[in-house]
């Protein structure tokens, strides 16, 4: 119950304030849906200092764990980028002109897109249990897989940053320091070591600036499937896991390949059309992943489509059985008899 939640907030917010000074920066949850904030929720000056958080991961559902290298980048790009986006604004339809007191800050993520971490921990702790070392302990990454790591991290700095929608303050990488090697792509401090995560710019720089669009690195971006280990057997798919969502977006699905240039050079998802005048500017989501079917879907489709068609003559004859056909007459009618 959203009215439940915003209460809460609200005395929190009271609370903290009263005992700990107006200045005090205050971080909320987003319920994992950053557009049930944007009604004015907090918009006014007096709450500037205040974050709406979100926490954004691709390794907690299988789903998005069995994507490509490329389609990861794509995500953050789609998904992820219009979550960030999703609030908070004065002019709330419209999205144009961000609020001037909530804001958005991205307060999880990390550079891990293939393993579920609790699951590896279990390996983790049962090495160490029988031998005194933990698993993978010594653990090194491939160059593939580090300049795929480089430019996964830097679509999420790009999009989390939604610099030309001036809504977020940042994000927080999760996390500073890992022991070992099992969880090294949640090791900020190693990435920074080994070069798979870039120097955090200036706070007067743009990600945007120095690595190119999102959609820019989608299509730089090696989609080898040899870069990534799924972890655990895909097989294992919780279809029931609260965590997950489908993964229909065109972008997503075609690994990039429906992407176009525009007039200027840039790179544009030809399934959402933005429509504008002088009072609005509507973007409008066309229906996700028609084009780019796999094989297997088609098949499946193909096979579906035939077997409905057998179906139907199968009936229209039962239906006609016992019946005689007579020779259309002057008028073009069709007389039958029993």
Same mark, same amino acid.
């Given at each position: 119950?959203?009215?439940?939640?915003?209460?809460?907030?609200?005395?929190?917010?009271?609370?903290?304030?009263?005992?700990?000074?107006?200045?005090?920066?205050?971080?909320?949850?987003?319920?994992?849906?950053?557009?049930?904030?944007?009604?004015?929720?907090?918009?006014?000056?007096?709450?500037?200092?205040?974050?709406?958080?979100?926490?954004?991961?691709?390794?907690?559902? !299988?789903?998005?764990?069995?994507?490509? $290298?490329?389609?990861? /980048? %794509?995500? &953050?790009?789609?998904?992820?980028?219009?979550?960030? +986006?999703?609030?908070?604004?004065?002019?709330?339809?419209?999205?144009?002109?961000?609020?001037?007191?909530?804001?958005?800050?991205?307060?999880?993520?990390?550079?891990?897109?293939?393993?579920?971490?609790?699951?590896?921990?279990?390996?983790?702790?049962?090495?160490?249990?029988e031998s005194g070392i933990a698993s993978e302990f010594d653990r090194q990454l491939s160059p593939e897989r580090r300049a795929f790591l480089r430019n996964f991290v830097e679509a999420q700095m790009v999009s989390y940053e939604a610099a030309d929608s001036g809504a977020s303050s940042g994000w927080f990488y999760w996390t500073f320091k890992m022991e070992g090697g099992a969880?090294?792509?949640?090791?900020?401090?190693?990435?920074?070591? !080994?070069?798979?995560?870039?120097?955090? $710019?200036?706070?007067? /720089? %743009?990600? &945007?600036?120095?690595?190119?669009?999102?959609?820019? +690195?989608?299509?730089?971006?090696?989609?080898?499937?040899?870069?990534?280990?799924?972890?655990?057997?895909?097989?294992?798919?919780?279809?029931?896991?609260?965590?997950?969502?489908?993964?229909?977006?065109?972008?997503?699905?075609?690994?990039?390949?429906?992407?176009?240039?525009?007039?200027?050079?840039?790179?544009?998802?030809?399934?959402?059309?933005?429509?504008?005048?002088?009072?609005?500017?509507?973007?409008?989501?066309?229906?996700?992943?028609?084009?780019?079917?796999?094989?297997?879907?088609?098949?499946?489709?193909?096979?579906?489509?035939?077997?409905?068609?057998?179906?139907?003559?199968?009936?229209?004859?039962?239906?006609?059985?016992?019946?005689?056909?007579?020779?259309?007459?002057?008028?073009?009618?069709?007389?039958?008899?029993?």
């Amino acid at each position: 119950d959203m009215n439940v939640i915003k209460k809460f907030d609200n005395m929190a917010l009271d609370i903290v304030r009263k005992n700990m000074g107006e200045s005090t920066s205050i971080y909320i949850g987003d319920v994992f849906n950053s557009t049930k904030f944007n009604d004015g929720f907090w918009t006014e000056p007096k709450y500037k200092g205040t974050y709406l958080d979100s926490h954004y991961y691709h390794v907690f559902d !299988e789903r998005p764990r069995h994507l490509s $290298p490329r389609q990861h /980048v %794509a995500l &953050v790009c789609q998904k992820n980028h219009r979550d960030t +986006i999703g609030c908070c604004y004065e002019d709330e339809a419209n999205k144009t002109i961000p609020s001037e007191g909530i804001s958005r800050i991205i307060g999880e993520w990390s550079a891990s897109p293939d393993t579920l971490v609790c699951d590896k921990l279990d390996d983790v702790m049962a090495a160490i249990a029988e031998s005194g070392i933990a698993s993978e302990f010594d653990r090194q990454l491939s160059p593939e897989r580090r300049a795929f790591l480089r430019n996964f991290v830097e679509a999420q700095m790009v999009s989390y940053e939604a610099a030309d929608s001036g809504a977020s303050s940042g994000w927080f990488y999760w996390t500073f320091k890992m022991e070992g090697g099992a969880f090294a792509e949640w090791d900020f401090s190693r990435g920074l070591r !080994e070069g798979w995560i870039p120097p955090i $710019p200036e706070s007067n /720089v %743009a990600s &945007v600036d120095l690595y190119g669009s999102c959609y820019d +690195i989608v299509l730089q971006t090696s989609d080898s499937s040899t870069i990534l280990q799924e972890f655990p057997d895909p097989t294992s798919l919780d279809t029931h896991n609260w965590q997950g969502f489908p993964i229909d977006d065109d972008v997503v699905v075609s690994h990039g390949e429906n992407l176009q240039k525009d007039a200027d050079g840039e790179w544009y998802d030809p399934s959402s059309v933005t429509i504008s005048n002088d009072n609005e500017q509507v973007t409008v989501q066309a229906k996700p992943a028609t084009k780019y079917l796999n094989r297997n879907s088609v098949w499946l489709l193909l096979f579906l489509v035939v077997g409905v068609a057998l179906v139907l003559k199968k009936r229209r004859k039962k239906s006609h059985a016992g019946y005689t056909e007579i020779d259309k007459g002057t008028d073009g009618g069709v007389v039958e008899l029993e």
